[in-house]
């Protein structure tokens, strides 16, 4: 089983930016960034595949990128223009085989996580 370990999280003025990191043990098919704010329900975030195809939340789009380094099994999230909104404990989520929505019941292996705070 892959092991995610996630890094890169800070706090952040709101319209800064911010670039999350998550490292793979192993190759795999889809991976993906989710996030849950305190009190809230985990919600993806964006999601992409082997083939590189790509999938946002509509809250994010313009202004998060995800992309991933195959050749070292490691996936990015470009976060600009913060919101305070953004706010949350960031995931990164893997599933060997298969690329479903952005529901966590897709995604079989998840990292601990790292936080991200916005400040208004």
């Known amino acids: 089983a892959p092991q995610l370990e996630e890094s890169g999280g800070g706090s952040v003025q709101a319209g800064g930016s911010l670039r999350l990191s998550c490292a793979a043990s192993?190759?795999?098919?889809?991976m993906a960034w989710f996030r849950q704010a305190s009190g809230n329900r985990r919600e993806g975030v964006a999601v992409?595949?082997?083939?590189?195809?790509?999938s946002y939340t509509d809250s994010v789009k313009g202004r998060f990128t995800i992309s991933q380094d195959n050749a070292s099994n490691t996936l990015y999230l470009q976060m600009n223009s913060l919101k305070s909104e953004d706010t949350a404990m960031y995931y990164c989520?893997?599933?060997?085989?298969?690329?479903?929505?952005?529901?966590?019941?897709?995604?079989?292996?998840w990292g601990q996580g790292t936080q991200v705070t916005i400040s208004s």
């Open positions: 192993t190759s795999t098919y889809c």
């Open positions: 992409i595949d082997s083939d590189g195809i790509i």
């Open positions: 989520a893997a599933d060997l085989s298969r690329c479903g929505t952005l529901y966590p019941q897709n995604f079989a292996y």
